[in-house]
């Protein structure tokens, strides 16, 4: 049987406003995430987490990268909100952000409303601890591994 991987958040539903706690205007946490439809053969997931928008939606210059995990054990389901390093599922790596850090940044946008993908992968494969690699390097060491690919879109406006 066919399944398909789905992206979904108690925190915020798809192309949703994001609340504030999960931003850099509030307690800057991760939101929970959960997944489902995991497809046959999969060895690891990879979550990212990036804006498109950045720095100005009317006129974007780069893609602003927010969190990065890889070799997420298939056996996960999500992610609960505010996920602390020492929580995440065993075995889970992380990426290096756009902050230079290997947490979660929120969004903290300086103009206008941005896009936030929550972009998880299925990999046919375990990862190499690639020792904080950047989205980069990760999406370049994935080709040809991916399974499956879920999105869930939030949005955020900071307060004026």
């Known amino acids: 049987m066919m399944t398909t991987l789905t992206l979904t958040s108690t925190s915020f539903a798809y192309n949703d406003m994001i609340p504030a706690r ?12 959960n997944w489902s439809g995991i497809p046959e053969g999969t060895k690891s997931l990879m979550l990212i987490v990036d804006d498109p928008d950045a720095p100005d939606p009317a006129a974007p210059k780069m893609t602003w990268v927010h969190w ?14 505010g996920i602390a390093e020492k929580d995440l599922p065993q075995g889970t790596l992380q990426g290096v952000n756009d902050w230079k850090r290997t947490v979660y940044g929120g969004p903290c946008p300086p103009i206008g409303t941005h896009r936030y993908f929550h972009k998880l992968y299925a990999l046919d494969t375990v990862l190499p601890d690639l020792k904080h690699p950047s989205k980069t390097a990760l999406e370049h060491t994935m080709k040809g591994h991916i399974l499956g690919q ?7 406006q900071r307060p004026h």
Do not use: K
Not at 22 to 33: E, K, R, V, W, Y
Not at 68 to 81: D, F, W
Not at 150 to 156: P, Q, S, V
């Open 22 to 33: 999960f931003t850099c205007d509030g307690q800057n946490i991760s939101p929970a995430l």
């Open 68 to 81: 990065v995990l890889y070799n997420i054990p298939p056996s996960a389901a999500g992610l609960a909100e």
């Open 150 to 156: 879920a999105e869930l879109i939030g949005r955020y």
